[in-house]
């Protein structure tokens, strides 16, 4: 952890160091969408309608604040609602803005042991810990990982408590390979997890719902908290999101054919 954490600052060193006269925002964010590509569909995109290049470290949602309440970043793009609004609350945020969403997805493998499959999420996890089938955590304070903690406190489990339960300590696609080697359960964003299905088919989807709902907002910083960093490029990027032809963009980008992400107007 203290390793990723270390190649970020080498990274935002890199891009401090850019000529003056590029024109750069830099932006912390989750993993999820980097590992689904996402980013790098609408980079390029951003770059064209600007002139400004987008670049971005991509970190579990914990990490991603720390370097928020650094100032080590323009803006943040998350979706971890409760550490969002303590963020908010902490005068750290000028504004939490929705951009898209997506759901979070139980998978495992297609013979089930625990025998989860179209169960509601909660009873799912409880029915896993009765079960002490094998469950991999990602472990590194992510989005993903608030939403699985919190699903195990509804369901009254502390997993780490037991055997059955591991922490990868890595980001999604990393997790989701541990559980498909291990024949294990994980939780992930639907986005990676169609990502991962190109090359390994090895898991399934099997528990969906609706409370498993999955917000991306994007955070300015507060100026009067960070007052260097920069902040016209960061409401420029805010500006082009909530573009019509930019939610179009987010409808229109798909893995497999399948889309994973929805606009939020």
């Not at 991603?64 to 945020?93: N, R, V, W, Y």
């Not at 990982?145 to 696609?173: C, D, R």
């Not at 955070?219 to 007052?227: A, E, F, G, T, W």
Request: charged share 15%; proline share 3%.
């Amino acid at each position: 952890m203290r390793l990723k954490l270390f190649f970020s600052i080498i990274f935002i060193f890199f891009v401090s160091s850019l000529a003056a006269t590029e024109k750069n925002l830099l932006i912390a964010t989750t993993t999820s969408l980097d590992n689904s590509s996402f980013l790098d569909y609408i980079a390029p995109k951003f770059t064209r309608d600007t002139q400004i290049n987008l670049h971005w470290i991509a970190v579990g949602s914990g990490q991603a604040f720390t370097l928020g309440k650094h100032c080590s970043i323009d803006a943040l793009l998350t979706h971890a609602p409760k550490m969002e609004q303590e963020f908010l609350q902490k005068k750290l945020a000028l504004s939490i803005t929705p951009i898209m969403h997506n759901d979070f997805v139980l998978v495992g493998t297609a013979d089930d042991p625990a025998q989860i499959k179209n169960l509601p999420a909660t009873p799912a996890f409880h029915k896993i810990a009765l079960k002490q089938a094998l469950f991999i955590s990602r472990g590194d304070n992510s989005g993903t990982q608030v939403m699985e903690n919190m699903l195990w406190q509804k369901s009254g489990i502390i997993p780490q408590n037991h055997t059955w339960y591991l922490e990868s300590g890595q980001n999604m696609l990393a997790t989701l390979n541990v559980a498909a080697i291990k024949n294990a359960y994980t939780l992930t964003d639907r986005a990676t997890f169609t990502k991962f299905t190109l090359t390994n088919s090895k898991l399934k989807i099997l528990v969906t719902d609706p409370k498993l709902y999955n917000q991306y907002n994007l955070i300015l910083l507060s100026p009067k908290y960070c007052s260097h960093i920069n902040q016209m490029y960061a409401a420029t990027f805010k500006n082009w999101l909530l573009r019509s032809s930019t939610q179009k963009l987010i409808n229109h980008f798909k893995i497999a054919k399948q889309q994973v992400f929805w606009s939020q107007f």
